[in-house]
């Protein structure tokens, strides 16, 4: 059963770059797409990106140029970069396996989520 | 972006009560419509893919239905493990988005 679970700073500074990893078990990265989720505290959900096990990414373009993804496929591991962060940027980062099926999409499973807190 | 509006924001309800949530999008979306369910402090959890399609391992009470712009969930018969926020989310263009969810609570 492949779980996933994110990794990285709590804690980032204002015009910093955010940082986090989402290591997978159970299952080979090289096999789906995987995408990243925020959900600042009380509030919904936000689709920040996805990225292909060939290494093909597509972003929210409400992150501009601010967002890169990345996987390392030797451990089993993809990334979030996120540039010029601000205090909006404060929220649960929640890494997920893409499935896709009969032309649509949808997430699962879900990493636990890690929480990312922008301040000074 | 495709905007997914649900409805009602909050319900209350009772154990055993019969439960509907609906999800609007701002165009057609055909099936491309999921569900999950969050509970506090935890991460989302498929619900409902494509519409109507119940993810391995949920109880037969959660059904979907709708195709175009509106779409429906129904919880047949509320159980205490029911109590929480419910998202709908469109996978039929980039970028994806979620609905504002649904926060269903005990009456």
């Known amino acids: 059963q492949v779980q996933l679970q994110e990794s990285g700073p709590g804690l980032v500074k204002p015009s910093e770059t955010l940082s986090l990893t989402c290591t997978v078990s159970g299952g080979s990265i090289s096999t789906y797409y995987w995408t990243w989720i925020r959900q600042p505290a009380g509030k919904g959900l936000e689709w920040i990106g996805r990225?292909?096990?060939?290494?093909?990414?597509n972003y929210n373009p409400s992150f501009k140029s601010r967002v890169t993804m990345s996987l390392d496929t030797s451990k089993n591991q993809f990334s979030l970069n996120l540039t010029s962060v601000t205090a909006a940027d404060t929220a649960l980062y929640y890494c997920?396996?893409?499935?896709?099926?009969?032309?649509?999409?949808?997430?699962?499973?879900w990493g636990q989520g890690t929480l990312v807190t922008v301040s000074s | 972006d495709i905007q997914m509006t649900q409805s009602p924001s909050s319900l209350s309800a009772s154990v055993g009560d019969r439960v509907t949530i609906t999800c609007r999008a701002s165009q057609s979306i055909s099936s491309y419509l999921n569900w999950y369910q969050q509970n506090p402090g935890k991460a989302p959890k498929l619900l409902i893919y494509a519409a109507s399609r119940l993810q391995s391992g949920v109880p037969s009470r959660f059904i979907g239905s709708g195709s175009g712009t509106d779409f429906t969930l129904t919880i047949s018969s509320l159980q205490p493990e029911d109590f929480a926020t419910y998202y709908c989310q469109q996978s039929y263009s980039t970028p994806r988005t979620f609905g504002q969810g649904t926060k269903l609570e005990i009456k």
């Open positions: 990225i292909q096990s060939s290494g093909i990414t």
């Open positions: 997920a396996r893409r499935r896709q099926q009969l032309g649509g999409d949808w997430f699962d499973p």
